[in-house]
């Protein structure tokens, strides 16, 4: 019939117009990639702002080690730590490095729930621009809260009577903090990818935690601790930015050539420090990366 219309071809062309019609333009992958993670980083705070015990505690625990550490070595004989120091202002040092770390350790325990709640795999199969937005926002999470907590046990060590460094030594600590922020939230990560479920995971932060404070030059210096303790504590990237932020504390006037530590193996300067802390957050990020690609597959 003159008046009938043949839909055949028009109902074949349909889908394929509506798809097309659907595709979105092309756009910036960076500004993509930058807008995710700022996303989800927002989540991690929403939560954060929703538990703030959270932050609250990772605050006021390093303040008690600190006030409860430096009360019970008041006593102890002046000069003992070198430089005429107090125990106070040796181990400030010692607990702005270690707080950042236990922090950073932790920062798969987000990552491990969201995992077993299912969250993650939604996150897997949404059009993301790039999966290590949820690996970059954990980051800049641990990173944030790390400074958070810095700045408090600097504060209060400063009205302990520990003084402040000047302004370029505290960019320098936030540096370090930055640095070793990175290194132990990479390894964090993989662990989280890595391990069947959060009780693996928190059974390894606890065994971990302990043991690399005490070998490390948190508490006591190198030269108080037997020879194979030197030789572990030289080997513990803890030190490596333990020793600078404490040289920073004691000396006014330093640059990347100072010696900072006396190693077993030879004198470490302060830009050898900072070069082992960025060679250590360059390796454990690259050696995760087999393991994130195929995870986030």
Do not use: C
């Amino acid at each position: 019939m003159s008046g009938t219309i043949d839909t055949s071809k028009s109902i074949n062309l349909q889908p394929s117009d509506r798809l097309r019609s659907q595709q979105p333009l092309p756009s910036n992958e960076l500004a993509d990639f930058i807008q995710e993670t700022l996303a989800l980083t927002k989540r991690l705070f929403i939560q954060l702002q929703r538990r703030p015990s959270t932050l609250v505690a990772g605050v006021i625990q390093p303040l008690m080690w600190l006030i409860l550490f430096g009360a019970l070595f008041q006593n102890a004989p002046q000069g003992m730590m070198g430089n005429d120091l107090s125990y106070g202002q040796f181990l400030g040092a010692g607990l702005i490095v270690f707080t950042a770390f236990v922090g950073a350790l932790n920062a798969g325990l987000p990552v491990m729930f969201d995992r077993e709640f299912g969250f993650l795999n939604r996150l897997l199969v949404a059009p993301l621009a790039s999966r290590y937005s949820i690996v970059a926002a954990s980051a800049i999470y641990i990173v944030a809260l790390s400074f958070i907590q810095t700045a408090a046990i600097i504060g209060v060590n400063a009205l302990m009577g520990a003084g402040l460094p000047s302004l370029a030594g505290l960019g320098v600590i936030a540096l370090i903090i930055l640095l070793l922020v990175l290194g132990v939230t990479a390894l964090s990560l993989g662990l989280t990818f890595a391990l069947p479920g959060h009780i693996e995971l928190i059974a390894v932060i606890f065994v971990v935690n302990l043991p690399l404070l005490f070998a490390s030059t948190a508490l006591a210096p190198l030269t108080f601790m037997p020879g194979w303790l030197q030789t572990v504590a030289s080997l513990n990237p803890l030190t490596y930015a333990i020793e600078p932020i404490r040289y920073l504390y004691n000396h006014s006037q330093w640059d990347l050539s100072s010696i900072v530590l006396q190693a077993p193996w030879g004198t470490v300067s302060f830009g050898t420090s900072l070069a082992i802390l960025l060679g250590f957050a360059a390796l454990t990020l690259t050696a995760i990366q087999p393991l994130l690609k195929r995870r986030l597959a």
